[in-house]
């Protein structure tokens, strides 16, 4: 059985033992963006890949019988043209919920506390009053969620632990559990902060346009760490331009890594982070174990995590 590992993080050798145990292992180390994936994914029988991917791989994949995604979101493989070919998929759906959902926080109170614009100011010498500026307080406010899986439970908990409201509009509003569902408009018209925590779909690619953000409440901010599909860029920046969105803060972008000259890596009322939500060192660690456990599941005929 050939295997090949294409992997943005770093296996242990131990974690490569168990799948040279599989069969022969062909283990490389990724690197973000690299237009020469498809070239290692070919003579995989069964392959595990990150899928930060800027190419469609299903066209290389010539003998593959298994993919195991190391990502919950799979939406940068050509699922359909994979399971065309016969292609079983799996992923590892619950390994960075709380990572994910504290570093929305962490971006929150970033544009809330303006942190970003401290360092600046102090380097500059230009703190000359008592207030260098005013920031804005949480407790009292109302927390929107866009999508309320795990990760947007959890960032619900959290906000309640700041004294805020939750409220959220998802897809199954049973899915929201003991979380307030709400129709988009009114989580538009009635957040004072938004997060985005839904996978990038047809239905929600784009969904933060113009016309959306027309109808935020004054002094809204928008944090995204789900997909930045989600978001119409364009629309954002004249968003932030014309005070209809008082800050973004994201953790994803489109390509990754961005060029230098993205507008999001330049506006002043922008917070980005390079998609790092997801990793710390426990969640890494489970991540890989689990995208190993789906080999070791599908050698066995006992397939777990399909997609």
């Known amino acids: 059985m050939k295997i090949h590992a294409i992997s943005l993080s770093p296996m242990s050798e131990a974690q490569k033992g168990r799948l040279h145990a599989l069969g022969e292992l062909r283990y490389h180390d990724a690197v973000l963006g690299d237009p020469g994936v498809g070239r290692l994914c070919q003579g995989a029988e069964i392959l595990v890949i990150t899928p930060r991917l800027p190419i469609d791989i ?44 504290e570093h929305a926080f962490a971006l929150l ?18 703190w000359t009053t008592a207030l260098a500026y005013s920031t804005v307080g ?22 309640r632990g700041f004294g805020m409201s939750v409220q959220a509009t998802v897809r199954d509003p049973s899915r929201a559990r003991d979380i307030p569902a709400v129709p988009l408009d009114r989580l538009l018209t009635g957040s004072d902060f938004i997060v985005l925590a839904a996978p990038a779909t047809e239905q929600t690619t784009g ?47 489109a390509p990754e890594p961005p060029p230098p000259n993205d507008p999001l ?7 980005v982070s390079p998609h790092v939500a997801w990793g710390t060192d ?8 689990l995208s190993i456990a789906n080999v070791e599941a599908f050698l066995t005929g006992k397939p777990i995590n399909l997609v």
């Open 138 to 159: 949480l407790r009292g406010k109302t927390l929107g969620l866009f999508g309320c899986g795990k990760i947007g439970t959890r960032i619900g908990e959290i906000a």
């Open 58 to 101: 299903v066209p290389h994949l010539d003998v593959c019988r298994f993919i195991s995604v190391q990502a919950a979101g799979v939406d940068a493989l050509n699922i359909a043209a994979a399971k065309a070919k016969g292609i079983v998929i799996s992923n590892v759906p619950d390994f960075c919920s709380d990572a994910v959902a």
């Open 282 to 289: 426990d969640a890494i660690e489970r991540l890989l174990d």
């Open 207 to 253: 969904i933060f346009d113009a016309g959306a953000f027309s109808r935020l409440r004054p002094g809204a901010a928008l944090i995204n760490i789900s997909r930045a599909a989600l978001v119409n860029t364009t629309d954002l920046v004249a968003a932030l331009d014309a005070g209809l969105l008082a800050a973004f803060a994201t953790d994803v972008l």
């Open 109 to 126: 109170l970033g544009v809330t506390k303006k942190l970003a614009a401290g360092p600046a100011l102090l380097r500059e010498g230009r």
């Open 265 to 271: 890596l330049h506006h002043p009322k922008i917070l």
